[in-house]
T-cell receptor
Framework: AQSVTQLDSQVPVFEEAPVELRCNYSSSVSVYLFWYVQYPNQGLQLLLK??????LVKGINGFEAEFNKSQTSFHLRKPSVHISDTAEYFC???????????FGTGTRLKVLA | NAGVMQNPRHLVRRRGQEARLRCSPM?????VYWYRQLPEEGLKFMVYLQKENIIDESGMPKERFSAEFPKEGPSILRIQQVVRGDSAAYFCASSPKTSGSYNEQFFGPGTRLTVL
């Protein structure tokens, strides 16, 4: 069965420190991968996506992610976080040839002053 | 170009009432998807519709839930006789006509349903 796992439910980090949010997926077919951010009581905003090509993907707000096929991972990173990055982050996978997005359970990033 | 629109943004219902959630896809998009986000969980697929057709409703609860996407007007997700467990955020997404294997879905802001 296809699944997306976000191991960390909460990640506290101090302002200006680097952060990595982990995402692993399981799929028998190739997948497209996404990271979304959700601010309180708001919808999903696409941060970045991996479709094909370069395994390092750069997104908005200084975020980037690296696709690692051998480890089936798509971890999200930012070298220096701001208070405004406090939000919930969702990793999602869309198996090739299907239309269903499979979401992880989310990681709550809390940036501390 | 307006994005996916959902209304209402917040909906409060008492147990036993009906909830109607509306979704207007992006201009030019003919495919609509509904997802549900229960508290402390990720989004889960519910149903996939094209104009006047339900393509896949495998994620819909068997009872009380229905969805439609008429020829004219928004897509409607209808929940009859709501219960407290229906309290969740309901997200709609849309995509253009499928071509090739990649077909990005664009998500709306969601409707937060609270059942008292």
């Amino acid at each position: 069965a296809q699944s997306v796992t976000q191991l960390d439910s909460q990640v506290p980090v101090f302002e200006e420190a680097p952060v990595e949010l982990r995402c692993n997926y399981s799929s028998s077919v190739s997948v497209y991968l996404f990271w979304y951010v959700q601010y309180p009581n708001q919808g999903l905003q696409l941060l970045l996506k991996y479709l094909s090509g370069s395994t390092l993907v750069k997104g908005i707000n200084g975020f980037e992610a690296e696709f690692n096929k051998s480890q089936t991972s798509f971890h999200l990173r930012k070298p220096s976080v701001h208070i405004s990055d406090t939000a919930e982050y969702f990793c999602a996978a869309k198996p090739s040839g299907t239309y269903k997005y499979i979401f992880g359970t989310g990681t709550r990033l809390k940036v501390l002053a | 170009n307006a994005g996916v629109m959902q209304n209402p943004r917040h909906l409060v219902r008492r147990r036993g009432q009906e909830a109607r959630l509306r979704c207007s896809p992006m201009k030019g998009h003919s495919h609509v998807y509904w997802y549900r986000q229960l508290p402390e969980e990720g989004l889960k697929f519910m149903v996939y519709l094209q104009k006047e057709n339900i393509i896949d409703e495998s994620g819909m609860p068997k009872e009380r839930f229905s969805a439609e996407f008429p020829k004219e007007g928004p897509s409607i997700l209808r929940i009859q006789q709501v219960v407290r467990g229906d309290s969740a955020a309901y997200f709609c997404a849309s995509s253009p006509k499928t071509s090739g294997s990649y077909n990005e879905q664009f998500f709306g802001p969601g409707t937060r349903l609270t059942v008292l």
